[in-house]
């Protein structure tokens, strides 16, 4: 059993259950490690959860030996209702409660048109429990989603809602192994995510799944920018960029109750601060602008910056955009982070850098 690799929920922080989100730049090299793991490994079918990020992951696995992944809505991640995409920060910040419950007592977690936690645990037993069956005697690789896995394993150890967390957290790509054997299933190890470097790891860039006592929020929630409120960081904004800061759509990033950082968006085709406006084969009408992004220098090197675009991104998938797009110089941090983000260069020209990236 097999954790999807990363994709948009993990990477930008935010509750992707049923919202069918991008495998990321990082969770291609997951894949890819993940295929190598199991290269000489015997597998006689692949089933796999019917959303994206886990399809492309159980290819994989599928592809070099010919088999078609078979897909289900049994392995899918929990329904999160009206959480789904909403910012980790902005659950952690609003609704402590709940935004605790659901790693650490889910039976508790409530949330309007959600699964609940013994409905996933249901559905999940079902399914897993059915393949088994159909593939007697077989080598099976199942790729699914997190908190669904947690749920099957806590309900195959017949733990109590408020002991799960004994379950351990898994990696993007993870794997876990279970023996089905006379109708019972056993676990022979979990959350081994050895086949992964370092640099591929999504836990290796995170900390909120580390012990409590290493725990930290790294998870930003978004606010209208307000001039009165946000004050000092606009100004702080001014003297570091010699602007201010100006787009159709702007937030201030918050952690917890820090500011940390400014965000603006142009929703038109028309380039931030200018008059002229690509050619629709330029992809003018279907791509929204990100104006600005900044962090204070003291959220720097947090990994928070990707944070900020995915705000972006969601705002503009809602609005039917099909591509982001950033104009700034070459060596500007922006330019990096966006690049690093999987952003491509379109062009270079007048001391500037076209970057986009198709959403």
């Known amino acids: 059993m097999i954790r999807h690799a990363e994709a948009e929920g993990n990477h930008y922080r935010r509750a992707h259950g049923h919202l069918d989100g991008m495998v990321t730049a990082r969770g291609r090299k997951q894949i890819a490690q993940l295929g190598e793991r199991f290269r000489d490994e015997r597998i006689d079918a692949v089933y796999s959860s019917d959303l994206a990020r886990a399809r492309e992951t159980a290819a994989a696995l599928s592809e070099p030996r010919g088999l078609t992944v078979i897909t289900t809505a049994g392995l899918r991640e929990v329904n999160m209702g009206a959480w789904e995409d909403r910012p980790w920060g902005e659950l952690e910040y609003m609704e402590p409660q709940m935004h605790a419950n659901f790693s650490s007592d889910p039976a508790g977690w409530i949330v309007s048109g959600s699964e ?77 995510n050895s086949h992964l470097s370092t640099e591929s790891s999504t836990f290796a860039h995170q900390n909120w799944w580390r012990a409590e006592a290493a725990w930290r ?67 003018g009408a279907r791509a929204g602008w990100l104006s600005y992004l900044y962090l204070k220098p003291e959220f720097r090197r947090m990994n928070l910056g990707v944070q900020l675009i995915g705000q972006a991104i969601s705002d503009l998938r809602k609005l039917g955009k099909e591509y982001i797009q950033l104009e700034a110089p070459p060596d500007s941090p922006a330019i990096k982070l966006c690049l690093k983000d999987g952003f491509e260069v379109v062009r270079e020209s007048d001391g500037l850098c076209l970057a986009r990236k198709r959403i």
């Open 116 to 192: 609940t936690y013994a409905e996933v645990i249901a559905r999940m037993t079902g399914c897993i429990n059915e393949i088994a069956r159909r593939h007697d005697g077989g080598v099976i690789a199942i790729v699914t989603h997190g908190f669904a896995m947690r749920a099957f394993f806590c309900g195959l150890l017949e733990l109590q809602s408020h002991e799960s967390r004994k379950v351990l957290y898994c990696d993007n790509t993870a794997v876990a192994l279970l023996n089905y054997i006379d109708g019972s299933m056993t676990i022979e190890y979990q959350s081994d």
């Open 217 to 283: 929020s790294e998870n930003l929630h978004f606010l209208r920018l307000d001039e009165t409120r946000d004050r000092e960081m606009i100004e702080l904004f001014n003297r570091e960029t010699g602007v201010g800061p100006d787009a159709e759509s702007e937030y201030s990033a918050y952690l917890m109750d820090d500011a940390a950082g400014m965000l603006g968006i142009n929703i038109s085709s028309r380039r931030p601060g200018r008059d002229l406006r690509l050619s629709e084969g330029e992809n």
